[in-house]
């Protein structure tokens, strides 16, 4: 599909190194697309095809915690919440929640239900959004779509679902024609033009490529149906406005009984295409995908670190929290919040004065990229901007706990879950590992994280509900929405808000003084995964990852996509200014019980 | 920059849109192979639901009933016209707004169907390829693409904080490259067009606002994010006319920007009897009184929020019990006060020198409603027309 290949050789076999020099070579991938955020990525590559080593970069600095400080603490959740607009929801209930931790505030049990059915939401709307809309065409191949048999594909999808959706014969022969019609014009392709179709990595059948294709075209509409439920009580999508410090603002909504059972249709019709046709493709992708070496490749990070998720009762979680070891399921550590650390050796910041988190104040010190070389689009050597692995080269900084990179993430949520042998966990694992003949070691893989993520997404479609049924129950007796609350501006506080959220364990950390916010942080999930090599020259999930990959074209590195795309980067998250090099984050601790304030 | 229009009378305007639109009948197309008209009948609408979503899309933009058909006209030139959009400093808001529009209505459709050449959240092609696109986009439309641009952009020695590609450029030199021979320039959302959270104090990035890193004419989109009709209806307005809408003077379209929150609000006969709610959660919050004493920012905002909803007008904030907090104001993190109090009460102060919101949205406000006296039957367009939705 590419017109710029025909100067070279144009077939995707093997390793095209016809107009290169011999030796490693540089491959540069920026701008990452389909992800939140700006990123790059840069491999060095043997003539082997081999991926020697790797850095991954982010090209953005906003500095949100520093227009925080001063501002009053029930501004501060409305600023964070603009940190992401697709994870428009996580900010802004982290950061509510820690002011309401600092302020020894605790919310009405109806309004923590109400956030819990909106976070629910939340999950049910990321989690297929990015497996079909972002990184669905890692894996599908749509020009591959046409040239599928409908009929037949109808029949197989009922080997993946006992119920499927829009896979009927007639379904898929008008999915076909629309994307023909696409396809057939140079122009036509849009948005999806100039990608890496006809890559030797595709594993999927025509008829398969033309079901999960379908798919795709649903999971646009489904998304907006999800969106709405997160409106319904939150005003708008993204960006939702009705939690304010203290509880929440749609008491209205609440009492209203169309408005909730609107709320309760929709969620039972994205449970319908989470089960039936997120699920089914996952399980389809699990078949042809099992020998795919670029999918199929041990991670080499296994340590996980999960918070506590949804709460569907009085204190009562569907997402576990701890912390998992060098992938030993048989013992889920307690989180020692005293052993994570920070540092920035390789990020754009001053390190060199260390200071205390409460006073910390991270200078941005950009040293930018540096002038070199690397293989260009049609195969052969160009000038470009590259990292200097020597010196700083991201946004991003890197966690560590104990000294150890850690990932975060579904796949840490669902393993914590699983080895703590949660009831609404472990049935639904165990099914699919069934169902795909796969090992749980099989899991620490890229389609082990891509798994885990549906997972979690059906854990929470097929008993959030839970949190709907208490919700009327208690309105029966109890219609407070908020709690009231003072700030004296004569005392300091200190609080968090932590807990799992789509893309991992998020938490906020906030100091005020003098009524306004004298220092705040955010620990983001993306930070964890994708931070650069640390102090001691230990690379975090996202490099480790991509070293060992092999890379058939290098024009067309698709396989490094699929990984980084498997972790749901969220950049613009990621990129938030934290204490320096070897500060505890836990010096914001205030009170040793872990999510003490959703829990009521 | 407030167009020409306001004197002239609609026979000629309908003569000047008709001509537009057999002027862009004239282009080639970039995609021979569907007309939208066959997009709209392959999604199960009618030719009616089609004429309803013309009519209220006309309506919305204060234009008489007898303009439908050519909006309608105008809607089938759509595919004419190549779209670039661009990511600066950002979070993806405002793209993920364009991705909720419709259930799908027509709205919808036509974001699927114009030929959206570079969008980074939803292409597929990466990395070098990306940048082709982009480049070959630029190259191939000269003078004919529309550059949306999305969030704030990095400027003056902090410029390099936003890079964008293998060579590393900035994200000023990129959206200065794009808007060189851009046919109209859209800057959506708040960032973007006035700078937004970023550029909140004390501004760390020197981020700015698109219309300060180029010298042709932005039209400001603002919200945060702003609703899928303005953005859609922004485009409409752009085909049919092929000038820029009529601007206020912070460049907002006045069809969509013209009215405050506050005349448009279905709370503001409890502001009017004085029916407050005084805090979340009490019994005047459950009968929905005005929120004005929690903070609401209504009086000083200008969008029609109130009228077009969000998410296929399934809510907004103030029917959320949350007041408005101003987002499609310039500077509105810095000028709008505490969130849950009234202006008077605010905290800290504001870029205006002491002057304060209050000042300020007076001032320009007063201004703005003077400039927009115009349009009595707009007014009354706007009240016939129905929600559109299906």
Not at chain 1, 584 to 592: G, H, R, W
Request: a negative charge; one cysteine or more.
């Amino acid at each position: 599909m590419n017109e710029n290949n025909t100067t070279v050789e144009t077939q995707n076999e093997g390793v095209r190194v016809d107009a290169l020099p011999s030796g490693p070579k540089r491959v540069v991938v920026d701008p990452i697309t389909r992800i939140e955020g700006h990123l790059r990525a840069e491999v060095i590559v043997g003539d082997d095809g081999i991926v020697q080593d790797a850095f991954v970069s982010s090209t953005l600095f906003r500095g949100l915690e520093i227009i925080a400080k001063g501002r009053d603490p029930r501004n501060v959740p409305l600023l964070m919440q603009r940190i992401c607009g697709v994870c428009t929801y996580s900010h802004y209930l982290k950061s509510t929640m820690s002011m309401e931790d600092a302020l020894g505030i605790t919310i009405p049990y109806n309004a923590a239900l109400v956030r819990s059915l909106m976070d629910a939401a939340l999950f049910m709307h990321d989690h297929p959004v990015h497996f079909y809309q972002l990184h669905g065409l890692d894996w599908v191949d749509i020009t591959s779509a046409l040239k599928a048999d409908p009929a037949k594909a109808s029949k197989l999808a009922f080997k993946y679902s006992d119920n499927p959706v829009c896979t009927g014969e007639n379904d898929l022969i008008k999915v076909q024609e629309t994307v023909k019609k696409f396809a057939s014009h140079p122009q036509g392709l849009g948005p999806f033009a100039n990608a890496y179709w006809g890559h030797t990595t595709y594993r999927f059948t025509p008829e398969q490529n033309l079901i999960a294709l379908s798919h795709y075209l649903k999971a646009l509409e489904m998304q907006r149906k999800v969106a709405q439920m997160m409106a319904i009580f939150g005003g708008k999508n993204p960006h939702p406005q009705s939690l304010v410090v203290g509880g929440v603002t749609c008491i209205m909504d609440m009492l209203d009984p169309a408005r909730m059972a609107e709320f309760m249709v929709k969620y039972k019709d994205m449970k319908d295409f989470i089960n039936n046709a997120y699920y089914a493709d996952v399980v389809m992708a699990a078949e042809m995908y099992a020998d795919e070496p670029s999918v199929m490749q041990p991670i080499k990070v296994k340590n996980f670190i999960a918070g506590d998720g949804l709460l569907v009762d009085r204190n009562e979680y569907l997402l576990s929290k701890g912390m998992i070891l060098d992938g030993d399921l048989s013992t889920v550590h307690e989180i020692d919040e005293d052993l994570i650390t920070e540092e920035a050796t390789h990020s754009w910041y001053q390190v060199d004065k260390p200071l205390h988190p409460y006073d910390g104040d991270s200078e941005p010190k950009h040293t930018g990229f540096v002038e070199s070389e690397s293989v260009g689009p049609d195969g052969r050597m160009v000038h470009s901007a590259n990292i200097d692995p020597e010196g700083k080269y991201s946004w991003i900084k890197s966690p560590r706990y104990d000294g150890k990179p850690v990932e975060v993430g579904p796949l840490a949520s669902i393993l914590v879950s699983y080895a703590k042998g949660n009831k609404y966990v472990v049935p639904i694992v165990d099914e699919f590992l069934k169902k795909t003949g796969l090992s749980v070691s099989a899991l620490y893989t890229v389609l082990g994280r891509t798994t885990a993520r549906m997972l979690q997404a059906k854990v929470i479609a097929n008993h959030g509900l839970k949190a709907f049924d208490n919700l009327i129950e208690n309105l029966k007796v109890d219609e407070e929405s908020c709690a009231k609350y003072t700030i004296d501006n004569d005392k300091e506080y200190k609080g968090r808000g932590i807990g799992e959220v789509p893309r991992g364990m998020l938490s906020h950390w906030t100091r005020i003084k003098n009524g306004v916010v004298s220092n705040y942080q955010a620990t983001v999930p993306s930070t964890w995964n994708a931070g650069p090599i640390d102090a001691n020259g230990i690379k975090g999930p996202y490099e480790t990852n991509l070293i060992g990959l092999k890379i058939a074209d290098l024009s067309q590195p698709l396989e490094i996509i699929r990984v980084v795309h498997s972790f749901d980067p969220c950049i613009a998250c990621a990129v938030q200014v934290m204490d320096v090099r070897g500060n505890k984050i836990s010096e914001y601790k205030v009170d040793p019980i872990y999510g003490g304030v959703c829990s009521v | 920059m407030n167009v020409h229009q306001k004197n002239t009378s609609y026979d000629t305007l309908y003569k000047t849109f008709e001509e537009r639109i057999d002027q862009l009948k004239r282009l080639p197309r970039l995609k021979e192979e569907s007309s939208i008209e066959a997009v709209i009948e392959e999604n199960g609408f009618s030719r009616r639901d089609f004429m309803k979503w013309a009519g209220a899309t006309t309506a919305m933009l204060s234009l008489p009933a007898n303009f439908t058909p050519l909006m309608a006209e105008a809607v089938k030139v759509a595919d004419r016209l190549p779209i670039i959009w661009l990511h600066m400093a950002e979070c993806t808001g405002c793209t993920e707004s364009l991705l909720r529009s419709a259930n799908p209505t027509i709205d919808s459709l036509i974001f699927n169907y114009i030929s959206l050449e570079y969008q980074e959240t939803i292409m597929t092609a990466v990395g070098w390829q990306a940048e082709q696109n982009l480049e070959n986009t630029i190259e191939k439309y000269k003078g004919r693409y529309i550059l949306m641009v999305e969030g704030g952009i990095p400027n003056g020695d902090t410029e390099y904080n936003l890079t964008v590609g293998p060579h590393g450029k900035s994200g000023k030199k990129i959206s200065q490259h794009a808007a060189k021979d851009a046919a109209a320039i859209f800057a959506i959302g708040t960032c973007s067009a006035f700078g937004g959270v970023q550029a909140a104090a004390p501004n760390p990035t020197n981020a700015v606002a698109l219309s300060e890193v180029t010298n042709k004419t932005v039209i400001n989109v603002p919200g945060c994010p702003p609703s899928e009709k303005n953005i859609v209806g922004t485009l409409m307005h752009y085909l049919l006319y092929g000038t820029l809408p009529a601007l206020d003077v912070f460049n907002r379209p006045k069809w969509a920007y013209r009215l405050r929150i506050h005349d448009l609000c279905e709370r503001r006969g409890r502001f009017d009897a004085g029916e407050f709610v005084e805090h979340f959660g009490d019994e005047g919050a459950k009968d929905g009184y005005c929120l004005y004493k929690v903070g609401c920012k209504g009086p000083y905002t200008f969008n029609n929020c109130g009228k077009q909803k969000f998410n296929q007008g399934t809510s907004w904030p103030i029917q959320a019990g949350f007041g408005c907090i101003g987002c499609s104001e310039p500077n509105f993190w810095d000028t709008m006060g505490t969130v849950n109090e009234p202006l008077r009460d605010r905290l800290y102060h504001t870029v205006f020198g002491g002057l304060g919101a209050d000042a300020t949205a007076d001032r320009i406000g007063i201004g703005l409603l003077t400039a927009t006296a115009v349009g009595i039957a707009a007014h009354a367009a706007i009240a016939a027309v129905k929600n559109p939705k299906e």
